[in-house]
């Protein structure tokens, strides 16, 4: 037994879905703007929406025949044995411990552009030590806290488009369309990735899921339709209402990337002086703190499994019997995000959760395959319509977007190598094959 709660009915779970992705709508996408310009952007975006379309339908399946707190490492781990999916809990980790540091840096920004001079990264530490005392709290705290966040992010999000898209002009979201030509909507691959990055995460909360069966693949679905809806106001609202560049960087002179890309597109629309800016910008820190939130619930889920198998040091599989939470995973989480904080690397930190959860896709796509091969009776609540087609274009699709990053980024593919590589060795050497075994 795990220990944890079931508590999280089908409007919780959308809203943990919701959540978990939402910041991709208010920074993160910008910087595939200098790479692919807005065609690219879109072109990259597009693809994005088909792979991660391709990969819930069978991501829910896995969730529901195998609702474990592990995520990947749990589907990975019985379709191809322990080793390859230890391999797939350490790159959900590299996803869910990563993540959260980008977006703590963009609410450190955020709050930079309503209240000038405030210190960034003092922000983004500050929120790290809040939220994870929130989720040590008790779930039922946090997931409801989650769901409150979310509606209000969606309904910021609305706002901006009706403020915004009214003054959408063609001429400003077409000026430079493809700055490096049509291989630049390769290069913004990884970014138009963050509009949907997380909402995997929903996997990690099915042992706190009521009827996971049955409000699992709800969840995800109306996560998934939600985020293209505001991905498509997000996109179109703010390029076409300031131009691209004006939301990717935050100098004037194009040098500097911007962490804060609606704020500078109202900008355009409304005074900076104005209540209204002030509020827009305000609200549009929810979102952030949404899935900065909910994805520290992910990371902390993700831990633990590995913990509880004994793949990490055992303390870290440890829910604390109050609580009813994983504290020293919590607390592992926050020291690791911290560490990363200290770098400074934005984008480089997108870039590597990015290639995490590339990583992930592609390992949940083919076990899926495998288990519907080597296990046909394993119960399946929901079966995955369009199989196996949608798997297997939810595979070819990350492979092309991994390769795609690659090229782009080949110190960062070389450090996200290294990393997967030098946890596969510490297992063989620190962990007994006989102690090896899924969550």
Known sequence: MSGLQRTLGPFAIWGLGVGYVISGMYFGWNYGLPEGGPYGLVAATLAATVLYTAFVLGYAELSCALPKAGGVFVYAGRAFGPELGFVAGVAQLVEYVLAPVGIAFAIGSYIAQAIPGVPVLAVAVVAYAMFTAVNIWGVKLSAGFELVLTIVAVIELCVFGIVALPHFSWAR????????GWPGAL?????????????EGLANVAEEAREPQRDLPRGFFAAMVTLVALTAIVLFGAVGAAGWRAVAYSDAAGLVNSDSPLPQAISHVVSRTSPFFVVLTGIGLVGLVASFHGILIAASRSILSLGQARMLP?????????????????VANLGVGLVALATGKTDEIIVLSVFGALTLYILAAASLIALRRREPDLPRPYRAPLYPAAPIVAIGLALICMGAMAKGHPYLALIYAGILVASWLGLLIFVPAKGRQSA
């Open 173 to 180: 979201f077409a000026a430079d369309p493809l700055p490096h």
């Open 187 to 199: 290069a913004a691959m990884p970014f138009a990735i963050w509009f949907y990055l997380g909402i």
């Open 314 to 330: 055992r303390a870290l599989g440890e829910v604390h019997p109050r609580r009813g939470t994983p504290v020293v995973a919590l």
